[in-house]
């Protein structure tokens, strides 16, 4: 199976050969990953090198911490991606957009205020979990609708940060 990985603005195309190789553009890699008991730490072997990383997921969105660096890597498999981005062909730039917490945590500052201009991609706010911090961005430009938490607000997975009209 193929999937797509994108990390920083990079794209890697990922094949899966067997359980224990992959083909990451082209390159044949030996890997072996193992959960570290119930946490989100994962003793990783690539090409015989051990890494340990903590990986936290939240639906396609995965963020892997290794050395002190944080990653945020988006996967998909390649009918997902067609289906996003014909979806994207579509898709109306006006109404209402929200932004949605990925994962739980705490609101540590709200970047944007009610009646802001705002243009696509720009931090809206910053949510703490798993002690890293997480900025949140407008996926398209706009004008702030409303703000719906406040810095110091814990919130769940999928609710709503921020509505841009």
Do not use: C, W
């Not at 290794?66 to 994207?88: C, I, K, M, S």
Request: hydrophobic share 40%; net charge negative.
């Amino acid at each position: 199976m193929r999937y797509i990985a994108t990390v920083n603005g990079r794209e890697f195309v990922i094949d899966l050969e067997n359980d224990q190789s992959l083909l990451i553009d082209g390159r044949l890699v030996e890997v072996d990953m193992e959960r570290i008991n119930t946490s989100s730490l994962y003793s990783l072997l690539v090409d015989h090198m051990s890494h340990e990383v903590a990986v936290e997921e939240a639906g396609h969105l995965f963020r892997v911490m290794l050395y002190g660096e944080l990653f945020e890597v988006y996967v998909e498999d390649e009918r997902t991606r067609r289906l996003r981005q014909a979806g994207h062909r579509v898709v109306p730039s006006a109404g209402d957009a929200n932004v949605q917490a990925p994962i739980p945590g705490l609101i540590t500052q709200v970047l944007v205020e009610p009646g802001q201009t705002i243009s696509l991609g720009q931090p809206v706010a910053m949510l703490e979990a798993m002690k890293m911090e997480n900025e949140l961005r407008a996926p398209r430009e706009g004008t702030v609708a409303s703000v719906e938490v406040e810095p110091g607000q814990r919130v769940e997975q999928g609710q709503v940060i921020v509505v841009i009209h």
